[in-house]
Each structure stands twice: as structure tokens, then as C-alpha cells.
């Protein structure tokens, strides 16, 4: 039996991007992390889209301290996940920007097949954009490859 597309990105991106974060100072397990920078948590997770054929980094910072949701939940800091960040406080790390993020915009794999190189090879190159990543985080300047968040 076939493995299934999602399950060779998810290895792959273990492998190849997993450390990479982890050196970076993210704890957590895939597809969540998080890091305390100062008075500052960063938070970054993977995304896949509903047919699990592409994927996109999802990342955004917030004031270290518990946060309270928009139905009024106080949500303590160690309980924080990014979906708790405010969405304009957040951006996307994907293939392509062109102001938005569409899952065409994403990173697709969905055509790999069994081809366990290309997962690795999508997964490093994915790897190797996280200084995007650091940046927006630091300064919210948008790379080539980030997409902010944005009503």
C-alpha cells in the first residue's frame, strides 16, 4: 500500500526543518512550536490544506503574559497556541506571495508521489527560508516568501 502524500511531507519536514527550529530555540512537537524571546513569545506552525496535498508555515509573536480571546476566555501563557494571537499579528511563509495567500500561493506536494527525495528536498528548501521567518518575527518586514496576515 501507497503512503499517503501527507505522511512523506510530515517525515520529511521532520527531518529537515524540525531540527532547524529546534536550534533556532522552538520547543514543542510537530506541527507546533513556540519560543520565549525576551518579553516576547514567537509561535510557528504547519499548516496543511484540507486535501493534505500543500502546506504553509504559519508564525506571529505576542507579549509574554495570558491572553484573553475575543469571547472573553483568559488563556494562561503556557497554554497559548498561535491560533490564540491575533490574526493581523501573524504571517504566512509560503512558495509564492502575491499579497494574499491562496493554496496555490502554498508549498505543493500533492504530484511527489512515492519520491521521498523531492519531500526532503521541498522540506530543506523550506528550511533554509526561515531567516524570512526571524526577520518578520523581529521587525515585521515581509520577505519574498511571507505573506502578513491582513483583513
Same mark, same amino acid.
Given at each position: 500500500m501507497a503512503i499517503p502524500p501527507a505522511r512523506h511531507m510530515s517525515k520529511a #519536514? =521532520?527531518?529537515e526543518? *524540525?531540527? *532547524? #527550529?529546534k536550534n533556532a530555540g522552538f520547543s +514543542?512537537?510537530? !506541527?507546533?512550536? /513556540?519560543r520565549k524571546s525576551g518579553a516576547v513569545l514567537h509561535f510557528?506552525? *504547519?499548516?496543511?490544506?484540507?486535501? $493534505?496535498t500543500a502546506f504553509f508555515?504559519?508564525? +506571529?509573536?505576542? !507579549?509574554? +503574559?495570558? *491572553?484573553v480571546t475575543s469571547w472573553g476566555e483568559l488563556v494562561p501563557e503556557e497554554k497559548l497556541i498561535?491560533?490564540?494571537?491575533?490574526f493581523e499579528s /501573524? $504571517?504566512?511563509l509560503q512558495a509564492r506571495t502575491n499579497g494574499g495567500s491562496l493554496v496555490e500561493d502554498w508549498f505543493e506536494f500533492g504530484d511527489f508521489g512515492q519520491d521521498v527525495d523531492a519531500y526532503? =528536498?521541498?522540506?530543506a528548501s523550506v528550511a533554509a527560508m526561515l531567516p524570512q521567518v526571524e526577520t518578520w518575527l523581529a521587525t515585521q518586514h515581509a520577505g519574498p516568501n511571507v505573506s502578513p496576515n491582513a483583513f
Open positions: #519536514l =521532520k527531518s526543518l *524540525v531540527p *532547524v #527550529l +514543542g512537537t510537530f !506541527p507546533r512550536f /513556540r510557528l506552525s *504547519v499548516q496543511y490544506n484540507t486535501a $493534505a508555515l504559519e508564525f +506571529g509573536s505576542h !507579549p509574554s +503574559g495570558p *491572553v498561535l491560533e490564540h494571537i491575533m /501573524r $504571517a504566512r526532503l =528536498k521541498l522540506a
